[in-house]
Structures are given as C-alpha cells and as structure tokens.
C-alpha cells in the first residue's frame, strides 16, 4: 500500500552538532573550562520527540514527526525558533539549540537556547493544514512550552501567522491569554515592532561595524546574498539602503547576478507576486547557484542553509567579509580554510543575533503590557548589536583567536559563570 509521497528526512547528512562541538572544544580549552562545567554545557537538557496526527484537506490522517530540543536554561527560560522544513532532524536541531543558547549569551540577554522543528513542506499544504498542524504540534508542548519556560518564535518556513496559532492554542489550553509564551507574533496579537525585520537589520549592523574594522566603504562595496527569505531579503534592502551595492542574490530556485547592481525593492516585490521566489526575475543574469558563493564581492551574506560554505569552495571564496546570516553556514574545515585565507567572518551566533534580541524586547514588551515606539526598538537593538560586536572583537584581539571562536569564548565564558553562581544543579 501506497503511503503518503514525502521526501524522506535526510539522516546522513554531517553531524551539525558535532560542528558546532568542534568550535565550543576549542574555546572551552581557551578558557580552561573544568570538566563538569565542560560536560553540563555541552548536554542538552532535554529532548523532545512527538509524533502528531493532522487531518489533511482530503481527509486523510497524516502523522508528522516534530522536535523540541531545550539545550540550557541556566541565564533563564529557553528561547529558539520553530523550523518546518522537509529535511530538518533532531541532531540539527540540537546544533541549533545549541547555537541559541550561545547566541542569548553573545548579546547578553536572560535566555537559554531551544529549537523546534517539524519534518513537513509548508509550500505544499494548504494554510489550514499548517494551521492544525502547528496547533497539534503546540498542544503537545502545552507542558514544556511557558512564558517563563520556554519561548518558541519563528525560524525557516514559520512566521508570524503560525506564532499566533502557537499562542492561541497555548493560551486556550491554559485558560487563559498568554501573549509572553511565543515572540514574532502579529503586531496586533502582541507582537513587537520591527521583529519581522530584527535579523536582517541586526546582520546589516554586524556588516557595517566589521567593515569599519577593515577599512572598507559601504558606498563603494559589493555583496552577494544567499537566502531571499526573512533574513536574506532584509539583510539585503537594508545594506543596499547604506549604499551596498548588491550584485547577486539566490534563493531555493536560482541565483541572480546583475553588474550594476539589483534594485532590492523591486526583487522583494517580484518574489512576492510569484509564490514567495525569484524564479524567473528578469533583471538579472541566471548565474550557477554554487557560483553565487564564490563570486568577486567584497561581502557575502549566507542567509539561507547549514553548511553551504565547506571545504569544496571555501578556497575559492574572494568576498574579504562573511556575515553569517543563516545558523551554522560554515562548515569546521571551510572555516579554517577561511581564516587562513584571512577572510574576516562575523559569525552566526553574532551576526544573525538581531532577532532573539527584538524576540525579547516583544516578551518584555508582552510583560509590561505596554508597547515601545519602531524607534525605540531599532536604537536599542543597534546599540545591543554593536555592543556584542565590540565586545567579541576584543575577546578576538585579546585571545589572538577568530571571531567566531571568541564569540564562543565570550558565550561560553557567561553560561560557566552563572552556573557556577547558580550551583546546585
Ligand atoms: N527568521 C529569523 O528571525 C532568524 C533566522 N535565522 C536563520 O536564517 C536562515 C534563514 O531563515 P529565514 O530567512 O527565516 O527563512 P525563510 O524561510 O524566510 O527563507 C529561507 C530562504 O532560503 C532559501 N533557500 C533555501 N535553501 C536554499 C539553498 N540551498 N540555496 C539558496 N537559498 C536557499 C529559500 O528559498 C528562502 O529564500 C536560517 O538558517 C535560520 O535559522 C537566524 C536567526 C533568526
Ligand atoms: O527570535 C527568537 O527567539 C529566536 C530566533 C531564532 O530561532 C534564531 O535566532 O535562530
């Protein structure tokens, strides 16, 4: 009997988790780290499993695997997106965790890290089929799910409509409105200004500060984008709004080149009137997508997958900055090469750290029961950005080690510390 036609998950795939391991080694030995605080922050501490049953629009009942991964809660309740792709699995989503919880540290805010995800393909089920699935899929995270325990919000292939479903179905089963218990919501569920843009307008800030560092001029600088989804797009409409000129941009179904430049604007628009991609954008040359990444830019922005960046191409890479706008773009022997090569990378847990900290100001927002102004928002988060910046460039300078390390080591460093404080574990 025929079953239901899905790509299977890809389980071989490297262990994304062990990359991430490999960095976190490396700064736990920097800093000295003893073993049972080395052994209690690299555990996740919980790992959640669900099978959940959706009617789909033809009847039938299909059951989708979902996963909740909470790596630490020691600076506070866990925080981390919810990613709905065909191919995601649990150990990509404990990398991801992972990287969460180093990422709140980096930027100095009280959560630890978590992630989620469900094995499906949104773009090809009707709206009311992702919405009983997310509401099935919430339902069986009424108990680890919590405004002070754990915080889901958007991540590849979710957004703000789906957070509202995770906040109504949390809030129907607990009987009462619990806005706190998902960020990235609707402005008018609660959901705080200017978080749909925070990640793109957080790598924008993290591109411009390392450019400063290098010397390099905005108004005379080239970029390439991969990734033309929340993160990519708005990374992209806001360097090209400082006079970045953005010669390439990919996604799923290509990669675009134009010599003089693509109007961003005019690239958003066409991706939205043509079910959410730039196939068959006109105004720029079709270019190989692999090409993308090793093109004559100055920036490079993967703001898409994992490991797009490894050790096929990363010698062929000519951009003299990479701002990680995805999680985890780089594989561990592309980012040696890289450094060697002496391209600067501002790393993920840095660079796309823009969006966990507008998800916090909306949960303090929710908190207060009060609303800040766009501006408000922006100058805060600018300033939490740059901040972090400067605060891991110093680690880089004082430890004589890559931005990417001393982003852990700083992370690291923090989590150790409040455990220690915390003990009784
Ligand atoms: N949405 C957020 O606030 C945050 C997202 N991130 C990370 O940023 C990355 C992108 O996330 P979103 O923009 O939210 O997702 P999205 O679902 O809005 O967009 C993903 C984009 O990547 C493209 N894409 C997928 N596979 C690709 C490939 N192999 N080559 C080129 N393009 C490809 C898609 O076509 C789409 O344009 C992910 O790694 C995510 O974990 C990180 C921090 C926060
Ligand atoms: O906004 C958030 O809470 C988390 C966003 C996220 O999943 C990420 O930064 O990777």
Redo the contacts with the bound molecule.
């Keep these: 009997m025929k079953l239901y036609e899905e790509p299977a998950p890809i389980k071989d795939k490297a262990s994304p988790f062990e990359s991430m391991m490999s960095h976190f080694n490396i700064a736990a030995e920097v800093l000295g780290l003893d073993e049972e605080t080395y052994n209690v922050l690299k555990s996740p501490t919980r790992q959640v499993i669900v099978n959940v049953p959706v009617t789909m629009d033809d009847g039938k009942v299909r059951v989708f695997e979902g996963f909740r991964v909470i790596h630490s809660n020691i600076l506070g309740p866990s925080?981390?997106?919810?990613?709905y792709a065909p191919d995601v699995f649990l150990d990509e989503v404990k990398a991801?965790a992972a990287?969460?919880t180093w990422?709140c540290a980096v930027v100095d805010i009280p959560?630890g890290g978590a992630?989620g995800g469900i094995v499906c393909n949104p773009r090809t089920m009707s709206s009311g089929e992702i919405e009983r699935l997310t509401r099935a899929y919430t339902a069986s995270l009424v108990d680890i799910f919590g405004p002070d325990r754990d915080?889901?919000?958007?991540?590849m292939g979710t957004g703000p409509h789906e957070m509202a479903w995770v906040m109504d179905e949390y809030s129907k089963r607990k009987g009462s409105t619990e806005h706190a218990v998902v960020?990235?919501k609707p402005l008018v569920l609660g959901g705080s200004l200017g978080?749909v843009e925070?990640?793109g307008r957080g790598v924008m800030v993290s591109a411009m500060a390392a450019m400063d560092k290098l010397g390099m001029n905005p108004v005379t600088a080239t970029a390439a984008v991969q990734g033309f989804g929340n993160v990519g797009a708005w990374a992209a409409k806001l360097m090209a709004e400082r006079g970045v000129k953005i010669l390439g941009l990919s996604d799923v179904s290509g990669a675009y080149w134009n010599d003089n430049g693509i109007n961003i604007d005019e690239a958003i628009a066409y991706r939205d009137a043509h079910g959410g991609r730039l196939k068959g954008y006109q105004n720029a040359e079709e270019i190989d997508s692999e090409d993308l990444l090793t093109s004559k830019v100055d920036v490079l922005v993967p703001a898409a997958v994992e490991d797009v960046i490894t050790s096929r191409n990363a010698d062929n890479i000519q951009a003299k900055l990479i701002v990680e706008g995805a999680?985890g773009p780089t594989s561990y022997r592309a980012d040696k090469i890289i450094n060697d090569k002496g391209i600067m990378v501002v790393p993920?847990i840095l660079a796309?750290?823009g969006?966990?900290t507008?998800?916090?100001f909306e949960w303090v927002q929710n908190r207060m029961g009060f609303k800040w102004t766009l501006e408000r928002v922006n100058q805060r988060a600018e300033r939490i950005m740059k901040e972090s910046y400067e605060r891991v460039y110093a680690a880089s300078e004082k430890y004589n080690v890559s931005m990417r390390i001393a982003a852990y080591i700083v992370a690291i460093d923090k989590v150790a510390m409040t455990y220690k404080y915390r003990g009784g574990f």
Excluded: E, F, H
Aim: charged share 25%.
């Design positions: 925080k981390g997106g919810i990613r991801l990287w969460m990422k959560y992630k915080i889901p919000a958007p991540d960020t990235g978080r925070a990640t999680n993920d796309n750290a969006g966990v507008v998800s916090y």
